[in-house]
């Protein structure tokens, strides 16, 4: 959990444990503040998440059917898409992240995993169907680069 928890262990497994919080964005330390966003969401955007869920995986989806290789097969249970570049690309995780940011304006964050190969993608309720379109083509370009 990454708020109020306490966890006992070898180095190597609060090693791990502390990549995974970063991983599922439990990096944040305010706890006032993240229970009034969680209490905003209950109130205001529960009904809307399959939007963001169902966007999540039409852009694994699609980026699958272009080469990249995308976590669990592309079967997505969250608004969270992690994936690899295609092989065949000459272009660089952080580099693709940098000029998705700078010539598309989307951000997308790059250097996951041990290999530091891994992106992830989030949707959430300021995305919508046509910022996704537009995220898959700007992907694919970049890949292709």
Do not use: W
């Amino acid at each position: 959990a990454p708020l109020g928890s306490v966890l006992v262990g070898s180095a190597e497994t609060v090693r791990l444990a502390k990549r995974a919080r970063k991983r599922l964005g439990g990096g944040m330390r305010q706890s006032g503040i993240v229970a009034a966003m969680g209490l905003y969401a209950m109130k205001h955007n529960v009904q809307r998440l399959v939007d963001d869920h169902c966007r999540a995986q039409r852009l694994a989806t699609e980026l699958l059917r272009h080469g990249f290789r995308v976590m669990h097969d592309g079967k997505l249970d969250t608004n969270i898409c992690y994936f690899h570049l295609p092989e065949d690309t000459s272009i660089s995780v952080h580099e693709f992240c940098e000029r998705l940011q700078r010539d598309y304006g989307i951000q997308i964050g790059g250097g996951y995993s041990s290999g530091g190969q891994l992106i992830r993608a989030v949707t959430h309720y300021h995305i919508t169907d046509e910022d996704i379109d537009r995220a898959i083509e700007a992907m694919v370009h970049l890949s292709k680069c």
